[in-house]
């Protein structure tokens, strides 16, 4: 029964751990999309009005 218990307690200290992890790389994923976004509208913006920027356009020496 002993044995049971233990390893219980150690995997309720995994999933704790392991949540706290998910919920840290949430927030960080959150300022990173935010980031890119405002790079990306920054960008827009030197290019002139109305361009789209798109992730996967060919450099211009293709």
Known sequence: MNALEEKLAH????VDDLSDIVARQDKDIRILQARVAFLMEREASREGEGAEIVGDERPPHY
């Open 11 to 14: 995997l309720e200290k995994t």
